[in-house]
């Protein structure tokens, strides 16, 4: 069973800095899909980025795309997310998920609920 903490969330002005983290426990992230979801206030879960750690590909949603960076650090099994240029838009609550299927990262159509683990979530609040 593998239990996923968020933290690293805060306030922000428009253009400033967050790096979310999102550290492993029970189960090494190797060979994993993992990935952040956001909910921002009466939305549902938006994938906004996600790496398989097997061979390290990414995929970023169009939203976040050239501002926000997925990366992994295998020793301390741990997920991160470099936000910069941050907008009042990416405001929401932001989770991390994992899934040991190796395809899961290229499977369309499914959610942040088909993970097989998920974090509790870390708040990013984005001021203009």
């Known amino acids: 069973q593998m239990q996923l903490v968020e933290s690293g969330g805060g306030s922000v002005e428009a253009g400033g800095s967050l790096r979310l983290s999102c550290a492993a426990f029970g189960y090494s992230i190797s060979n994993n899909c993992m990935g952040w979801f956001r909910q921002a206030p009466g939305k549902g879960h938006e994938e906004v980025a996600n790496?398989?750690?097997?061979?390290?590909?990414?995929y970023y949603s169009d939203s976040v795309k050239g501002r926000f960076t997925i990366s992994s650090d295998n020793v301390k099994n741990t997920l991160y997310l470099q936000m910069n240029s941050l907008k009042p838009e990416d405001t929401g609550m932001y989770y991390c998920a994992a899934d040991y299927r190796r395809t899961w990262c290229m499977t369309r159509g499914r959610g942040f609920y088909d993970f097989a683990y998920r974090g509790r979530g870390t708040q990013v609040t984005v001021s203009s």
């Open positions: 790496v398989y750690i097997g061979d390290g590909s990414t």
